[in-house]
């Protein structure tokens, strides 16, 4: 059997403040990498198409996220005979239940789409134009939030030539080889691939957006996200796309789409005078500045250990040239550590009164005016344990 596994495209995604024709620009990245995996994922003529979750952003996305949704999964549907299974994400699940999750909007219409909002197992055969079609089963682990459903026994079904497990959770490793020594997510609930991985065909997980192996010989993977979408972008630095594979020959691979260039720069990066502070900031900045390859990029200078109080001379004349022609520039200060005066322990020291504060101010004042200030402010309760000292 052939298939393609997707995840995490996170349709209707905002980020910054470029636009392109009055829309976000970083939205209409996520749409353009989304109909580039589509494309993929048609040329490959897979049998079984799956979603790992996280089809949306969220479940209040704009009509072009929802557009772009139902365009793709119809050319899924009329440009191959493969079955799509689309489960719920984290993010597209509904938190209450006035709102729909919008992956629902594929329902009904579609032949051979199954939205999967709560755990269940899906059967058919492939290819059927055989023969002896194969018998698939996909048991389908979405994430589920309004809910608190059965538990359910994480079994293959023993009547199916292919098991696959799809799954918008956290993973971990424990068998040698591993690609994930460590789990993702809260150890209790985190799958344990090394454990799994050979009673299923397929392991296709979503969440974790990077591609990612989880065992060096089965088809157990992170499909990992279609664009740089995550809260930490500048971490995301490897290919994206749809994972492809064939469970006859065990062989997988990730079929790349394009994204937005994107640029993670430090003072290592450029020739400068040694010590990090305005001056050699502002000549890197110059040098940025005449990267004509830069304009449709997403940039990052980072700075460690810069002086705070070297910031005033910074040139921000080039960092406003910089943020006006990328899709985003990002100067990053990390400022050095400074000395702090040590003041100890606030809770073990006794609040000033009011009354303390009004003696201290009048020190040097006639002993008149003390008495009228401290009468008009209806202290004499406050003051008779406060030892006025007058100079003699």
Known sequence: MKGAALADSHLGFRQ???TTEGRNTREIDT???WYAAIQKTIAFKPDLVTFGGDLFHHPRVSDYAKQAFLIGIRKLVTETNAHIIIAQGNHDGARTIEVLTPIALAEGFFDRVHIVTEPKRIRFAVPLDVAYPKKVSVACFPYVAL??????KLEPDPDA???????H???KGSSEGDRLPYFYGSADQALDIGREADRWDVIAAGDFHQFTRLHPE?????SGSLERTSSNIWAEHAPKGVVLYDTDTG????????????????LGDFDHPPGVGAEEVNGCLGILTTHSALKDTIIRFRVDEFPREERQHLDWGLVRKLKSTSTHFFLDLRFAKTEMADLGDR?????ISLADEAIAFLKDDPEDVRDCVIKYLDLEAEVEDVEVVTEQ
């Open 31 to 33: 749409e353009k990498a």
């Open 169 to 171: 959770a956290a993973v």
């Open 16 to 18: 910054f403040s470029d």
């Open 147 to 152: 809910k608190d459903g059965p538990d359910y």
């Open 251 to 266: 062989k997988m691979e990730l079929a790349e789409v394009p994204n937005r260039p994107m640029k993670d720069y430090d």
């Open 218 to 222: 089965r088809l157990a993977f992170y």
């Open 161 to 167: 030539d292919i098991n696959v497990l799809l799954i």
């Open 347 to 351: 809770r073990e020291n006794k609040g």
